[in-house]
């Protein structure tokens, strides 16, 4: 039963279920005042979790200005999306959001005018698409990517920016339609913009996301090296972050992994590169004990960067800084035994093409528009 103050009396539900349930004596039938009072202290905590996701889907369709006018503020707004946040993190649930009428105006948060809104309702649609690939094509279909990529590619806010990006991530990841919209979106650009920028989490996030792409869409690697992203993440390979250190390097060595690029060499100043890894390995060979631990990945970057590119094993493998005791060895790609028998039938095309002419259009500046999939974002 319920204490006076209209709360679950848990302290006498407790005691009533250790009398029940010790072992110490024989079941009892329950009387109906028992049956009563336990069912009551259940339900008092129970929460119907579809009755309050339609409750917050009334409260998200509902105008700004009628939401204002009965003193809803935008940080009442931002903890009901915290707590639909918590309830979509069941992929049931997540799913259910679009047949309840959700999932629109949740998309139509990332358009509001307060940044703190943008950013958490990002957060709602990370969750909600996170391998899950039935709410992936759900948030497809209702055009959810171009106001992410509007978010990450020009928002005023940097904590929006970021969230948007994280909501693309889990957006595009093994889903093809996603990456080719991301890619007609100009994402690739917006991508190039943020690794410019001087926030560290922007720039990690953007070089896990390329590092990816590259990795799972190796077509897009000469797009890449088209938009001079290479030299970004060499000079990124620097930065005083370690995490945007390794992930600079991450991209870099997926790079340079692609022996086929039909644009040429993904990495084309390979000095600048020597340079860099010089500088690192350096700098990993002053660190001490602890601070080599720390720096276990970028080590062993470095080394097979260095490896890739120069067909040689780097100092820090003589100086056994590689691989410390007590560690397990990085795991290696296996050899291309088959890559010259079997290439790709458009790689083959490409190397066995004749160059443009002159006259040809190639020279001539003038290139067919992309095919967007609804319009791009704002710059």
């Known amino acids: 039963m319920a204490k006076d103050g209209g709360g679950p009396d848990w302290n006498g539900l407790l005691k009533w279920s250790l009398a029940h349930g010790d072992g110490t004596t024989k079941p009892r039938a329950l009387s109906e005042e028992d049956k009563k009072w336990f069912m009551e202290a259940m339900q008092a ?156 989490r922007l720039q990690r996030k953007s070089l896990h996301l390329l590092q990816y792409l590259l990795q799972d869409n190796k077509a897009d690697r000469s797009v890449a090296t088209e938009l001079g992203l290479p030299k970004l993440m060499m000079h990124l390979a620097l930065s005083d972050d370690p995490g945007v250190r390794e992930a600079a390097l991450g991209g870099l060595l997926e790079l340079a992994r692609d022996k086929k690029t039909v644009a040429g060499n993904a990495l084309p100043d390979q000095d600048k590169l020597k340079d860099i890894l010089k500088s690192r390995i350096e700098g990993i060979s002053m660190m001490d004990a602890d601070d080599l631990h720390a720096h276990r990945e970028e080590r062993q970057l470095v080394d097979s960067l260095w490896k890739e590119c120069y067909n040689e094993p780097s100092s820090l493998r003589e100086k056994g800084l590689v691989v410390l005791p007590g560690e397990d060895a990085p795991q290696q790609p296996p050899p291309d035994v088959v890559g010259d028998m079997f290439e790709p039938p458009l790689s083959a095309w490409a190397a066995s093409r004749p160059p443009p002419t002159q006259d040809s259009e190639s020279d001539s500046g003038k290139k067919d528009p992309p095919l967007l999939l609804g319009p791009g974002p704002s710059s």
Do not use: C, W
Not at 169 to 193: C, E, V, W
């Open 45 to 200: 905590n129970t929460i119907n979790v579809v009755k309050r996701m339609k409750e917050i889907t009334r409260v998200m369709k509902t105008p700004d200005d009628v939401l204002q006018s009965q003193g809803v503020t935008p940080e009442n707004i931002e903890d009901m999306l915290d707590e639909l946040q918590e309830h979509v993190e069941s992929i049931d649930m997540a799913n259910d959001l679009h047949s309840i009428g959700g999932l629109d105006p949740l998309l139509g948060y990332l358009k509001n005018s307060h940044a703190g809104i943008r950013a958490k309702a990002a957060e709602v649609v990370s969750t909600i698409v996170q391998n899950n690939p039935k709410s992936q094509q759900l948030v497809m279909e209702s055009n959810g990517l171009e106001p992410l990529l509007t978010n990450f590619s020009s928002d005023a806010s940097t904590n929006s920016r970021t969230k948007a990006l994280g909501a693309i991530s889990s957006l595009i990841r093994h889903n093809q339609p996603g990456i080719a919209a991301f890619r007609l979106g100009n994402g690739y650009a917006a991508l190039k913009d943020a690794l410019g920028s001087d926030d560290a």
